[in-house]
């Protein structure tokens, strides 16, 4: 069970990797939403999620979200939907939608 550091104003809290869905940028923010539709403003940039945790099982889609390929329930090539498991609909970037699909066969 891998916990990742989520800055919150001037603490930490450890979270467990596998619980997150999707970071979603908030300006110089980011929102960390969970399985059980918990949601977290960190004080850290989306930029330090994607450096910390890309590649492995997170990929960031677009300019805003980056999703944890555990809870992606269907993508569709052509309309570049990402389906998450909440239900949560986003679309991945035009150029980045090659990479996902790429990424999500791994």
Not at 18 to 32: H, L, P, S, W
Not at 61 to 85: A, G, P, Q, W
Not at 91 to 101: G, M, V
Request: with cysteine.
């Amino acid at each position: 069970m891998k916990k990742i550091p989520i800055k919150i104003k001037s603490s930490i809290r450890w979270v467990v990797e596998r619980t997150i869905i999707r970071f979603e940028a908030k300006g110089r923010k980011t929102i960390v939403v969970f399985e059980n539709k918990k949601r977290i403003i960190s004080s850290e940039t989306l930029q330090h999620y994607e450096e910390m945790l890309h590649g492995k099982t997170f990929y960031r889609i677009n300019h805003k979200d980056m999703v944890n390929k555990e809870h992606v329930d269907l993508f569709c090539y052509k309309t570049r939907t990402v389906t998450l498991s909440c239900r949560t609909k986003l679309l991945a970037s035009f150029r980045k939608r090659r990479r996902f699909y790429d990424f999500m066969h791994k």
